[in-house]
């Protein structure tokens, strides 16, 4: 079988304003194994000294929580590891005949399941409105076809922006701006998706991309659909491809804003500065 190694290198560090006391923490940083990626290798090295402990989320993800015992003025968290990724043919799939053509109707043991992922977005209106430039209802096309002109079209009409703050726009807010980030691209295909009675979710992980890496950074966030028979299949809105071998998805979730590589809090002064460097290289 084909495959593509990476070796995916996570630092990130705190600098607090002084002495404070850290409050567990939420890593999501060991990538999703399945038959398209597999786990050859991961450390984990963490200073102040602490101790973890792993276990699986309500949605599958790998999570580990730190626990910590003595104060510091830093928090430092590396992740190190090798995987082999085989979804070197994104497009080598079949879906079921019933969903061949959009529009349809899950099973309804899949539609009890998928229904969290099927919520309609409060923003029916705007999403609306912004779908007819694409698509007309009633248009006989692919399911297939129409994601992937939905992921197009995101890309070429809107403008890419490297936002260092944290959270999520609101698909209102990004085609207002017409502009956003790679999760705020995201977003706005899921609403989209679940607008046209899709289910949707959110992923984030790493990208091997060494021309963009300036632009897009190694992280990275995109969609999935759930199409029966092929099953979730990843959609890069920031690209305006479907996602292949150069995605690692390491975390997913009907909501975006619960994915975050790393969470937590920590008691004293108010204020600290946070430094992120992801390396993707391949092997």
Not at 25 to 44: G, K, M, Q, Y
Not at 87 to 116: R, S
Not at 140 to 145: D, E, K, L, P
Not at 250 to 278: D, Q, W
Request: proline content about 5%.
């Amino acid at each position: 079988m084909l495959e593509q190694r990476y070796l995916i290198t996570h630092d990130t560090a705190y600098f607090f304003s002084g002495t404070v006391t850290l409050e567990p923490h939420r890593l999501l940083l060991r990538p999703r194994e399945d038959h398209e990626t597999r786990i050859e290798s991961f450390e984990l090295f963490i200073t102040p000294k602490c101790s973890w402990r792993w276990h699986r989320d309500v949605e599958g993800n790998s999570v580990a929580l730190a626990s910590f015992t003595q104060n510091t003025t830093q928090l430092l968290i590396r992740s190190r590891l090798i995987i082999s990724q085989y979804n070197l043919a994104p497009l080598d799939f079949e879906t079921d005949d019933y969903a061949l053509w959009f529009p349809f109707d899950y099973a309804f043991e899949d539609g009890v399941v998928l229904a969290p992922y099927r919520e309609m977005p409060y923003e029916r209106q705007e999403l609306g409105a912004w779908i007819a430039r694409f698509y007309r209802a009633g248009e006989a096309i692919q399911t297939y076809s129409l994601l992937e002109r939905l992921s197009r079209f995101i890309h070429d009409t809107l403008r890419y922006s490297l936002r260092e703050e944290s959270g999520v726009q609101s698909p209102a807010q990004t085609l207002y701006l017409g502009s956003g980030s790679c999760r705020d691209f995201a977003l706005l295909f899921i609403e989209a998706a679940r607008f046209l009675g899709l289910a949707a979710r959110f992923v984030s992980g790493y990208l091997h991309a060494p021309l963009m890496a300036q632009f897009i950074g190694s992280t990275h966030a995109w969609a999935e659909v759930y199409l029966p028979g092929a099953g979730w299949k990843g959609f890069d809105p920031t690209l305006g491809t479907i996602a292949g071998r150069d995605h690692i998805p390491v975390a997913v979730s009907r909501l975006a804003t619960s994915v975050s590589p790393i969470s937590g809090s920590f008691i004293g002064i108010p204020g600290a500065k946070m430094e992120v460097n992801v390396q993707v290289a391949a092997l």
